[in-house]
Each structure stands twice: as C-alpha cells, then as structure tokens.
C-alpha cells in the first residue's frame, strides 16, 4: 500500500520546528510569490514599474521590509486588488475552521471556504488545506486522498504552519478511514512537535484520544483529556470532552459497571446536540454490552440511527443472544447496512458475526477469520473487534479440536 505522505514529511516537519520558532513569514511575501507562480509570470514582469527583480525575490523570500505600497504595486501588476486581499484575508482562517470543527458546526466551515475561494485572497495551496479539512469531516475520502497526494508532493514548498496543520489533517484523515495503525505513528509524532499555536496543540490532543481509545492504548488517554481540560480553550472543547467523559466510563464499566453506568447516566443533561446523543447511546451500548446485558444494548443501539460502528456492536450483541422475538428484525437491519469501503474493521467484523448466525461450516468460518478479518486488523486495527475476532477464533478452533494450531496462531499473534 502506497504510503499517504512519507517519513520525509515528517521528518521535514520536525527539522522546520527545529531550526526556527514556528516558521514565521510575511504572509503578503508568502501571497504575492504564490500568484505569480500560479500566474507563471516572471520576476522581471511583476516587477516591472516597481522595483528591479533581484529586488523583487527580496521580497518575495521576506528577507526585506517593504511598505504596503509595494505590495499594492506589486498585485497590480498581477491583477490583484492589494486593499481588498488585505481586507478579506484572515491568516488565522485554519484556526477559526478548526473552532467551527470542534464546535460541530461544519456548515460554517463550507460557507468560511466559499467565501475564501470568492474573495480571491488566498493562494491555490491554501485553498487546497481548506479543502481538504471540509473533504475529511464531510466524508469525501477519495477527493481528500487527491488533495493529501497533491501537497504531499510540494510539501516543502508549505510554510512551516501549513505543513503542520497538513500532517495533522493527514492524521485526521487516516483516523477518519479506518487506518489507526498509521494515525496512531503520526498523532505520536505531532506530540512530540513544539509549536505555539495552542489551538492546534488540543486539537491534536483531543484526536489523540479517539485514537488511543481505539487502539487499545488506554493508558495514554488520561494525559491527554487532563492537557485540554487545563488549558486555554477547554469551554470551546467542552463537547468533545464530554465525548471522551463517555469514552472513560465505558472502560471503567468493564471492572466496575453500576458506578460507571450510573455516571453516565447522569451526563443527560449535558447532551444538546445530536451528535452528543448519538455517542452518548453507543457509549451506554457498549457499557451495557460489557455487563452482559445483550438484549438492553441491541435496543439501545436501535434508538439512534445506524452507523458502522454500531452495526457491528448490534451484530455482536445479536450473536450472544439465543433466538429472540427481535431477531429477524435486527438480523435485516444488519445485512442490509451498506458499509463504506474504508469502514472494513466494521464490515468484517459483522461478516463474521453473520457467518455464526448463519451456521456457516466452522472451517470456513476460521478461515475468513484469519485470512480476511485478522489481515485487515492489521492496518485498520480496533482492540475491541480484535479481541472479539481472537475470542471468537479460538472457540472455533477448540469446538473441531484443533488445539495445537488455535494456540500456535494465538501466540504468533502476541
């Protein structure tokens, strides 16, 4: 599998942090040297009438100062009306799309970007970074994989805050498709990165912790919910936190379930968004799925409206259950979800849960178990189905007395 963006990204990242205190630069430099390049007009055009163009690639690498009227003579020359760049342009316009984000309110991000494109105030690769944020929160993969590519190849070309916020959109993106292995590399490595935007630091924080709740990596979360929660824009991340409030009682539930279960049961009156409601009613599922409370779980997954996620715990939950008056109704409403191609982990997982219910001869169940769910674990990894595909292979391995092989596979896994 090609790599999304390369160690060299990374490393590039890091070595810019390294070498200068958050890479800062003139923006109107920065502008003015992207549109002419995107114009593909020469030093010696732009600066006709202005200064010379030994002066003018000064400028434009920001190794002088010159006044607004420089610039102003400079865009006119280009095309560009100087006043009304500098009036619409915002150079913290990534950090209020990520307010909106964090927010749910990813309808004022489409209309931020509109706007952005309309005004003709930012360059092409910037509108490219605004792109691909609303392309991974609205789902569009296959034209956010396109734009990652796309920068990933002029990376060292970004400003030292646009490579940043590419590699935690690459982030976000692998988390969002299912690829937690690599997420889990590259969350890692932004915490590792020293920078002042704050903003970003809890935004990368707060990903952090899905992705460690993900793969397994529990002891890590703390830290983590502890860093936004004492920092600076903790009532703007009050829901996520809530979220993550959800995220910790499930894992308590599992040794301790009625004070956990009870908790959250008393976070109802924090909940004022669908969104909340709908992890709010997984998170409740799963903790009523660990004290064995099936049937409670399969109905409060029904409750909210279906999403991979759930589907696969309401496959789960239908495949402890002896035969129920509920069955052939959640059974339908099983086989009929249609999974999105980077939800495999959910898709399989449910695959092999329908394979049981089906009966399926216990050899091919091993079979797909191994070849095609343990496989795609591999880079698309959730402990929980993980551990539930392990469970559910080592009881089929034992029922046709294959022990030696179940156990061998076993521990060549650990």
């Known amino acids: 599998m090609k790599e999304i963006i390369d160690s060299k990204t990374v490393q590039l990242l890091k070595e810019r942090f390294e070498r200068v205190d958050g890479g800062g630069t003139n923006s109107y430099a920065k502008f003015l040297r ?11 055009d732009v600066a006709n009438g202005v200064c010379s163009p030994s002066y003018l690639s000064k400028i434009e690498n920001n190794t002088v100062e010159v006044s607004d009227e420089y610039f102003r003579a400079l865009c006119e020359n280009l095309d560009i009306k100087y006043d009304e760049v500098k009036k ?43 792109l691909l944020f609303n392309n991974i929160i609205e789902g569009l993969y296959e034209e956010a994989k396109i734009l990652i590519h ?43 990165v020293k920078f002042d935007n704050e903003l970003l630091k809890q935004a990368i924080y707060d990903l952090a912790i899905d992705i460690f709740y993900k793969v397994g990596k529990y002891h890590l979360m703390g830290k983590c919910y502890y860093y ?14 809530i979220i993550h409030k959800f995220q910790q009682l499930e894992l308590e539930s599992r040794s301790s379930y009625h004070p956990a279960h009870a908790e959250l049961k008393s976070l ?43 589907v696969a715990l309401l496959a789960t939950n239908l495949g402890m259950l002896d035969k129920t008056r509920h069955q052939k109704e959640v059974y339908a409403k099983i086989i009929n979800y249609e999974f999105e191609k980077n939800e495999t982990e959910y898709q399989y997982h449910t695959e092999m849960i329908i394979n049981k219910l089906n009966g399926e001869n216990e050899y091919r169940q091993i079979n797909f178990i191994k070849n095609v769910v343990m496989v795609n674990q591999k880079t698309h990894y959730d ?32």
């Open 88 to 130: 619409e342009r915002n150079d913290s316009i990534f950090n209020d799309m990520l307010k909106k984000y964090i927010s749910f309110k990813k309808k004022d991000i489409k209309a931020m970007i509109e706007k952005a494109i309309n005004t003709g105030a930012y360059c092409e690769t910037e509108v490219e970074i605004m």
């Open 150 to 192: 796309k920068l990933n190849e002029v990376k060292t070309a970004l400003t030292t805050q646009e490579l940043l916020h590419f590699v935690y959109l690459t982030t976000l993106y692998l988390y969002k498709t299912g690829n937690s292995k690599k997420a889990f590399d590259y969350v890692l490595m932004l915490q590792t």
């Open 268 to 310: 109802i009156s924090l909940l004022d968004s669908e969104n909340i409601l709908d992890e709010y009613g997984y998170y409740l599922a799963k903790i009523y799925y660990n004290n064995q409370n099936y049937l409670r779980s399969l109905q409060c997954i029904l409750k909210r409206p279906l999403t991979a996620r759930s």
């Open 34 to 44: 992207r549109k002419r390049l995107e114009q593909k007009r020469t030093l010696h």
């Open 228 to 241: 936004i929660e004492k920092n600076n824009y903790n009532q703007l991340f009050s829901k996520r936190l």
């Open 383 to 414: 402990e929980f189905l993980h551990d539930l595909a392990l469970a559910e292979f080592a009881k089929l391995g034992f029922s046709i007395g294959k022990y030696k092989d179940t156990l061998r596979y076993l521990m060549n896994l650990s």
